[in-house]
């Protein structure tokens, strides 16, 4: 009798340590899918903030070159398409990432040849309202990169997390896929041509 009793104490002991083992495992993978999740909601906050400061530029520059309507237009489009495209964040997958990539890629295409426009308004550019939407503009566009950093750096960790063993077999009992990164686009390893 004695002895049953103590097989089923070290039984018992066993299985709450791989209980213990398994919920720890799994609450840590959850944890660290919610924190790329949270860091996609940051990425999407400053490609929308940049996307907010957009028509207030368009306005300005308006103001200087009404006859500029094509590239003005061109930049409102771009804009538009950009604010449509969403990824569900707990979907964030290659395809999901490029579509979005490329939407915003139009966006700063336009925005670069409403620059360009810019350049043939002296006056324009002296605007002290034009001048501080374009200080915005560049500060948002450096928060973008910091957290397209941040957000490669978590879904690098959780990542790595759910392929190491043993994390590997419960992320695939219970659908813990790998999350995609943010990639440099094509032909970003190029510099430009300058003509002069």
Avoid: C
């Avoid at 620059?115 to 002296?122: G, W």
């Avoid at 077999?169 to 995609?180: L, T």
């Amino acid at each position: 009798m004695k002895k049953s009793v103590i097989i089923w104490i070290v039984i018992g002991v066993v299985a709450l340590i791989l209980f213990s083992g398994f919920r720890s495992t799994y609450n840590r993978m959850v944890t660290m899918e919610e924190a790329v999740t949270a860091q996609w909601s940051q990425v999407e906050n400053v490609y929308q903030r940049r996307a907010d400061l957009i028509p207030n530029l368009v306005a300005v520059v308006k103001g200087y070159a009404s006859h500029e309507r094509e590239t003005l237009e061109g930049v409102i489009n771009a804009r538009s398409k950009a604010t449509g495209v969403n990824i569900n964040a707990e979907n964030i997958d290659e395809n999901s990432i490029q579509k979005f990539e490329q939407a915003q890629a139009g966006l700063t295409s336009a925005l670069s040849r409403l620059m360009v426009v810019v350049e043939r308004y002296p006056d324009l550019k002296a605007n002290q309202n034009f001048r501080d939407l374009q200080v915005q503009l560049e500060g948002t566009e450096n928060r973008i990169t910091n957290e397209r950093k941040k957000f490669n750096d978590v879904t690098q960790s959780y990542n790595t997390y759910i392929r190491n063993f043993p994390q590997a077999i419960y992320a695939n009992m219970f659908d813990f896929e790998r999350k995609a990164y943010f990639e440099a686009t094509v032909g970003a390893d190029v510099a430009p041509e300058i003509e002069l």
